[in-house]
């Protein structure tokens, strides 16, 4: 569901970099420790295993309603949140592999879901980080030329 994949999305990118420094938004502990664990995993520098609390224990029940059904998250100590993070991100690992990636700059933050058919899109935003990428290339280009 779009809406699962946008909250995962904003809660990835809920820690960005403003002028230069980290800028938390969250004010959530547990929310902050699933968000720093799924960052990790995405960038290769934890293993699948410390998303497993997470997952632990729950259940999706479901009600049918007039217009199909419409499955419920349950979770143990409040969990179904976080749960759903977790659960969102292994959907998209499952069936768009390799699509949520980190943001190719490497003082930025956040991270992307490319929806493009050539599957190459590098920047969270091509308004901040794309430009700012491909100016510094041109910059560091020309000072190469010159010297
Ligand atoms: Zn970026």
Redo the contacts with the bound molecule.
């Keep these: 569901m779009i809406e699962n994949e946008e909250r995962l999305l904003a809660v990835l990118n809920s820690a960005?970099?403003v002028d230069g420094h980290v800028v938390e938004t969250l004010d959530d502990p547990r929310m902050i420790r699933v968000r720093d664990r799924l960052q990790a995993v995405i960038r290769g520098d934890a293993d699948v295993e410390t998303l497993t609390p997470y997952v632990n224990g729950v259940k999706r029940r479901p009600t049918l309603t007039p217009r199909g059904i419409t499955w419920e998250l349950e979770a143990p100590a409040d969990g179904a949140e976080y749960a759903g993070l977790v659960l969102e991100w292994a959907r998209l690992q499952e069936e768009l592999p390799g699509r949520l990636r980190?943001?190719?700059?490497p003082?930025?933050?956040?991270f992307?879901i490319d929806h493009s058919k050539p599957n190459t899109a590098r920047?969270?935003?091509m308004a901040?980080?794309?430009n700012?990428m491909k100016a510094r290339r041109h910059y560091a280009r020309r000072s190469a030329q010159n010297a």
């Design positions: 960005p970099v980190p943001c190719a700059n003082e930025c933050t956040k992307l920047w969270c935003s901040t980080c794309g700012r």
